[in-house]
């Protein structure tokens, strides 16, 4: 199994530039969400997914869009890069059982992207 | 709004000494309280996690304590070793919730030889 899988490891944009990261899953799970990581800030969610066709905003969605066709893929786009997007960011999946506590994030190697 | 709070920002420890990072709640709900551990370069790796039903949970060097009444959790972990150094977050989450898990700042450990 590869886990998660994100695309590319490293990106530098110049402001205003669009792109999408890329996350994959090959767990069946249903539960994904995209995090960013800044120094002293810890992991921010910026939008999430409970299943295919469903998103929904985290902590920080501005300047951020998902959606979400299928179980295993869940692609953050950048709309207009401006360089407070300059972060880590880490695609996450989980299982989502309601009634469960087995609820173990499974995270990717992050993409470091720079907006210049 | 910061829904769990961690302390402390870094922490230095000599090889063999305890570690201890501590974290406070405010969300009453939330009833999952996992640690994760990352390293350079690396996404976090659950390390331990609890349930509010016990005190402790123990597993090898690494510890977890919970006090409900007070909304605190605090992460042990015993002999420090300089394979231990690496950020720490403690998290919190509430079963059924939708939004996932809420972490704290994180911890940046340094286990000096």
């Known amino acids: 199994n590869a886990g998660v899988t994100q695309t590319p490891k490293f990106q530098v944009l110049k402001t205003g530039q669009s792109m999408t990261l890329q996350c994959a899953q090959d767990m069946n799970h249903e539960y994904m969400s995209w995090y960013r990581q800044d120094p002293g800030m810890g992991l921010r969610l910026i939008h999430y997914?409970?299943?295919?066709?469903?998103?929904d905003q985290g902590e920080v969605p501005n300047g951020y869009n998902v959606s979400r066709s299928t179980t295993e893929d869940f692609p953050l786009r950048l709309l207009s890069a401006a360089p407070s997007q300059t972060s880590v960011y880490f695609c996450a999946s989980s299982y989502h059982r309601r009634d469960e506590f087995n609820t173990e994030a499974f995270f990717g190697q992050g993409t470091r992207l720079t907006v210049v | 709004q910061q829904q769990v709070k961690q302390s402390p920002q870094s922490l230095i420890v000599q090889k063999g000494g305890i570690s201890i990072i501590n974290c406070a709640y405010e969300?009453?709900?939330?009833?999952?309280f996992p640690w994760y551990q990352q390293f350079p370069g690396k996404g976090p790796a659950l390390l331990i996690a609890i349930r509010p039903d016990v005190s402790e949970k123990k597993e090898g060097r690494f510890t977890i304590s919970f006090n409900k009444s007070a909304k605190q959790f605090s992460l042990h972990i015993m002999d420090s070793q300089p394979g231990d150094s690496a950020t720490y977050f403690c998290?919190?989450?509430?079963?059924?919730?939708?939004?996932?898990?809420?972490f704290g700042k994180g911890t940046h450990l340094i286990i000096q030889p």
């Open positions: 997914s409970v299943g295919a066709g469903i998103t």
């Open positions: 998290a919190a989450y509430r079963r059924g919730g939708a939004d996932g898990l809420t």
């Open positions: 969300n009453t709900a939330f009833d999952y």
